[in-house]
């Protein structure tokens, strides 16, 4: 698990239902020097249980408070695992970046 950039969605929508997604996430493609991006998004995510605990903060605060930071970063970890072992299958999720993860938080 090196080089996943986790961004703040800032406003980005889901390219399947049109949310609006909580995060984007930069994930590093299996045998390629490329990334994809992928989104995590309260509606299509919903029924994944590594989602769970992320779309729950998420959906009572907007943004990451300072001292939530480690435990949000579990969660996240949690998530892009999941996303990783997805790559494989599903080769077709692209999303505009629109601000770092660091920027949101800070
Ligand atoms: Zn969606």
Redesign the pocket.
Known sequence: MTDVKVVAAAGT???????T?YLTAQVPQPRSSRTRTV?L?????AGRPETQGLLAYFAEHQRVRPEDLHQVHELVGRWLEALTERADRDGSLAADVEAWWAARAG
């Open positions: 929508r889901c390219g399947t239902c049109a949310e997604l989104g998004c309260p509606q299509c995510d």
